[in-house]
Antibody
């Protein structure tokens, strides 16, 4: 069915940068759209960014546009999220998720925690 | 775009049934068959429990069922069990994939 494993989270000061990674196994990574979803403390799930199979089409949450960049390396079965100019409100657990053929996220990673604080 | 609207909390006793609503617009829930539901236990990965309004993925208990009427989708959990206590999120809109605000289910 597939597995996703995220890494790269941590504590960073406001204005800093982090790069999240997500490695896929057990399915043909290059055949799927992929998405980063976050869960901030006390808030609901929020789709941050997604990317098509080839890495050419990308969509972003308004509040991260211009600061975050999603990318992928199909040869390495990896998804990335480059986060720049981080804000306190970006503090959340970040999950990578597979976008299934039926418009639902059917495989999720365990998440990586990003804390933005001075 | 605004998130889909869900009640903040619902509760029920073991063995009972509960229903969680998810209200959107004709541009999302009302216009597509692509409504999905997720179960999220804190500290764990979210889990897909319903897709395309009413389809259960393999391995998901048949105590979970989904439906839709107009611009509102519904998740019903029958025969409540303690392990069902979690946050539940709806999602719709093929392109931007909105999430609802989430509903905390408490099993009394």
């Amino acid at each position: 069915e597939g597995e996703l494993v995220e890494s790269g989270g941590g504590l960073v000061q406001p204005g800093g940068s982090l790069r999240l990674s997500c490695v896929a196994s057990g399915f043909r990574f290059s055949a799927y759209w992929m998405t980063w979803v976050r869960k901030a403390p006390g808030k609901g799930l929020e789709r941050v960014a997604n990317i098509d199979e080839d890495g050419k089409k990308k969509n972003y949450l308004d509040s991260v546009t211009g600061r975050f960049t999603i990318s992928r390396d199909n040869a390495k079965r990896s998804l990335f999220l480059q986060m720049n100019r981080l804000r306190v409100e970006d503090t959340a657990v970040y999950y990578c998720a597979r976008d299934s053929d039926y418009s639902a996220f059917d495989v999720w990673g365990q998440g990586t925690m990003v804390t933005v604080s001075s | 775009q605004s998130a889909l609207t869900q009640p903040a909390s619902v509760s029920g006793s073991p063995g009972q049934s509960i229903t969680i609503s998810c209200t959107g617009t004709s541009s999302d829930i009302g216009g597509y068959k692509y409504v999905s539901w997720y179960q999220h236990h804190p500290g764990k990965a979210p889990k897909l429990i319903i897709y395309e309004v009413s389809v259960r993925p393999s391995g998901v208990s048949n105590r979970f069922s989904g439906s839709k009427s107009g611009n509102t989708a519904f998740l019903t959990i029958s025969g409540l069990q303690a392990e069902d206590e979690a946050d539940y999120y709806c999602s719709s809109d093929r392109s931007s994939r909105l999430f609802g605000g989430g509903t905390r289910l408490t099993v009394l």
